[in-house]
């Protein structure tokens, strides 16, 4: 038998990345074990998970992965929504979502931030969150987001 046809599923994709096919690994819609798993069988190098200021149940994994391309940043069909990002949102000139995407911003330098819109000026507003500088007193507020 050949041994491509051999290899788990598990193993195609670290063998085709020693044969320089492809760069990089990363894995989307796990948990941690399952980056255990990967892990034992070759370098991962992103993860891509939910998670948003109201959905912080990845927090260890983000803290574990080089690279942390997470989705639905603005809560996808289900948009974030709070007292605390109109509040924050107000101090800065900012709007709601801006406040949601510089909350990721500051949450570790290996964030990844893939906001999606068919909008020219969500897109433009998007991208201004990176200039959005978030204070202490804003972080504590934005904690209070469940
Ligand atoms: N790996 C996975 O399993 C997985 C699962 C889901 C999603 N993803 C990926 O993750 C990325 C983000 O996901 P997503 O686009 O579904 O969710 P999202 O980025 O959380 O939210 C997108 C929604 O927010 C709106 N929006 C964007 N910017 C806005 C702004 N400045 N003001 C107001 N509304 C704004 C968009 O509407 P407008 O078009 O009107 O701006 C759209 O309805 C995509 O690339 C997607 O492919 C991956």
């Known amino acids: 038998m050949p041994a491509r046809h051999a290899a788990s599923n598990s193993t195609v994709l670290a063998e085709l990345r020693e044969q320089g096919l492809i760069c990089d690994l990363g894995l989307s819609n796990v948990r ?4 255990d798993q ?4 070759a370098p991962v190098v992103c ?7 109201a959905e912080r149940g990845d927090e260890k994994m983000l803290d574990r992965t080089t690279a942390y391309v997470l989705f639905f940043p603005l809560g996808g069909f289900s948009p974030v929504q ?3 990002l109109e509040e924050v949102g107000g101090r800065h000139g900012a709007t709601e979502r801006q406040v949601v995407l510089a ?3 500051h949450r570790a330098p290996n964030v990844l931030l893939i906001p999606g ?3 020219t000026r969500h897109l433009e507003e998007n991208l201004a ?8 007193q804003d972080l ?7």
Not at 47 to 53: D, G, K, R, T, Y
Not at 140 to 145: G, N, Q, V
């Open 32 to 35: 941690e074990h399952h980056l």
């Open 38 to 41: 990967a892990l034992a069988i």
């Open 82 to 84: 709070h007292q605390a």
């Open 103 to 105: 909350w990721l911003l």
């Open 129 to 136: 969150s990176a200039d959005l500088h978030l204070s202490e």
């Open 117 to 119: 819109t068919s909008s």
């Open 140 to 146: 504590t507020l934005l904690d209070t987001i469940e």
């Open 47 to 53: 993860v891509q998970n939910m998670f948003n200021v």
